[in-house]
Structure formats: C-alpha cells, structure tokens
T-cell receptor, first 110, second 112 residues
Framework: DAKTTQPNSMESNEEEPVHLPCNHSTISGTDYIHWYRQLPSQGPEYVIHGLTSNVNNRMASLAIAEDRKSSTLILHRATLRDAAVYYC???????????FGTGTSLTVIP | DAGITQSPRHKVTETGTPVTLRCHQT?????MYWYRQDPGHGLRLIHY???????DKGEVSDGYSVSRSKTEDFLLTLESATSSQTSVYFC???????????FGQGTRLTVV
C-alpha cells in the first residue's frame, strides 16, 4: 500500500494563503495525487487531483514537485469554513485504490 | 451530492453477532469502497469492488467480507462482530481512474 506523510496540524490566519505539504516518496509513475478534506462528522470531500503538472480549480491549487515525491495543496485565502482535516492520497491506477494517510488538521484563526 | 446512501447510520450490536452495512449509489459508478476510520489512523481501506461480483481486499480486511450483486449496492458484512470493529465506516464510489471519489456520510458502529 502506498502511504503519504503530512504534518499532524497547521494553523493559518483568516484570509491568508495556506500551504499544506505532503510527502509521497513511494509514488509510482502512474499514481495520481488526490487531496480530500473532512469536516467533523462528515465524509471526506474532494478538493483537487493531479498527475504531473500543477493544477488549479475553484477551491485550491496543487503544486507537484518535479520528481513527484512531494506535493503542496494551496488554499489562496483561508476562510473559517476551510477548517478541516486535509488528506493527501495516492490513487493507484492498478485497482484504482485510494490509500489515506493520517491527514493535517487545519485551524483557521479569525 | 453524488447520491450515496449508507444504512444504517448508527448501530449498536453485541459481540459475536453478524452485522451488514449497506452502501447504495445512484451514479452508476464502477468502483466502490469500504473504509473504516478510527482516531489516529485516518481512513483505512477494508475492501473494494471494481465491478459487479468483482471485489478485492484492502489493507484491513480480516473479519470483514463484501458482496456486490448489483452495480448500485455494495454490502459490508462483519461475520461475528468484535469490540475492535467499533468504528465509523465510510463507503465511497468512483467512476474510474483519474476521477474524483465520492464519500457517504458514514455509519457509526458500536460493538458492545
């Protein structure tokens, strides 16, 4: 199984950018990098995913290192609603499995 | 919402009894997954399915079995529940590689 490593917790001030790092040194060439977030008492929610190139959507940006052994989720302006646990996940193309790490708990300070 | 319904949402059962959790989807997604979430462990994959009657084990499959007789339903069975299986269980679905996964709201199972 492919695991990721993330800091247990991070803090950010409201309306400031947040950079959430993830290490995935065991990634293989066909694994996609996904990010999900989970609010209390809810199921995880999709944020963004990519393979090699940096990706942007309305929620966030994903920066992928050239060697693909790490990635960074960027929230451009943190809001109180962004407080959640953020999971970096490797999506194995073979079998299409999703393996979660322990995630980063993001606290947004007003 | 992606049309994923988990039932029941809460259940308390006694040690040694069989328990079946149901995941129902209306999205016609090929892939379905069962995870458990415990404090300090994030979500761990129990079993997954890549089509009707096609299933495989995940990382914590001991004590669990699954069945998928229809595209829309994925059942997780605890043959003889133990206290270590007290957890929150999440179902997820996915259309295919390079697409997002959708998660249900979870089932809180307590084994006493």
């Amino acid at each position: 199984d492919a695991k990721t490593t993330q800091p247990n917790s991070m803090e950010s001030n409201e309306e400031e950018p947040v950079h959430l790092p993830c290490n995935h040194s065991t990634i293989s060439g066909t694994d996609y990098i996904h990010w999900y977030r989970q609010l209390p008492s809810q199921g995880p929610e999709y944020v963004i995913h990519g393979l090699t190139s940096n990706v942007n959507n309305r929620m966030a940006s994903l920066a992928i290192a050239e060697d693909r052994k790490s990635s960074t989720l960027i929230l451009h302006r943190a809001t109180l609603r962004d407080a959640a646990v953020y999971y970096c996940i490797l999506n194995k193309r073979t079998g299409n499995q999703f393996y979660f790490g322990t995630g980063t708990s993001l606290t947004v300070i007003p | 919402d992606a049309g994923i319904t988990q039932s029941p949402r809460h259940k308390v059962t006694e040690t040694g009894t069989p328990v079946t959790l149901r995941c129902h989807q209306t999205e016609n997604h090929r892939y379905m997954y069962w995870y458990r979430q415990d404090p300090g462990h994030g979500l761990r994959l129990i079993h997954y399915s890549y089509g009707v009657k096609d299933t495989d084990k995940g990382e914590v499959s001991d004590g669990y079995s699954v069945s998928r007789s229809k595209t829309e339903d994925f059942l997780l069975t605890l043959e003889s529940a133990t206290s270590s299986q007290t957890s929150v269980y999440f179902c997820a679905t996915n259309l295919g590689t390079n697409t997002e996964a959708f998660f249900g709201q979870g089932t809180r199972l307590t084994v006493v």
